[in-house]
């Protein structure tokens, strides 16, 4: 019984950590991309972009409307990317980005920016 509730825990901790945001590393912006109709952004940063949820495009991380507060988020991109300031990125490791448009597919979706 203790072995059966044993596994019966570590199988849900590992579901609620795959459900997780991921962090990258401290990073500088590099390249933003914005205008899409949808409301999206894409943007590149100097560091190994990662890819949680194993998405088919990962030379960009996108921001959707759905998932984030694009107007928040690009407010941060912007400042960091003028003054050099280092930020974090957390990828939805259960999502990829689904924009309407063909290049904005598939790229690791942001749900967040911290400014550092």
């Given at each position: 019984?203790?072995?059966?509730?044993?596994?019966?825990?570590?199988?849900?901790?590992?579901?609620?950590?795959?459900?997780?945001?991921?962090?990258?590393?401290?990073?500088?912006?590099?390249?933003?991309?914005?205008?899409?109709?949808?409301?999206?952004?894409?943007?590149?940063?100097?560091?190994?972009?990662?890819?949680?949820?194993?998405?088919?495009?990962?030379?960009?991380?996108?921001?959707?409307?759905?998932?984030?507060?694009?107007?928040?988020?690009?407010?941060?991109?912007?400042a960091a990317?003028?003054?050099?300031?280092?930020?974090?990125?957390?990828?939805?490791?259960?999502?990829?980005?689904?924009?309407?448009?063909?290049?904005?597919?598939?790229?690791?979706s942001v749900?967040?920016?911290?400014?550092?």
């Open positions: 019984m203790k072995f059966f509730l044993g596994t019966l825990l570590i199988s849900f901790s590992s579901f609620s950590f795959s459900a997780a945001d991921v962090w990258t590393d401290k990073v500088k912006i590099i390249e933003i991309y914005t205008g899409y109709k949808e409301g999206h952004i894409l943007f590149k940063t100097s560091g190994a972009h990662i890819n949680p949820g194993e998405c088919s495009g990962f030379d960009l991380y996108s921001v959707e409307p759905g998932n984030a507060d694009v107007q928040a988020i690009l407010s941060v991109l912007l990317k003028m003054s050099g300031t280092d930020v974090k990125v957390a990828v939805d490791g259960n999502r990829c980005g689904t924009g309407g448009v063909q290049h904005l597919s598939g790229k690791a749900s967040r920016v911290g400014s550092f």
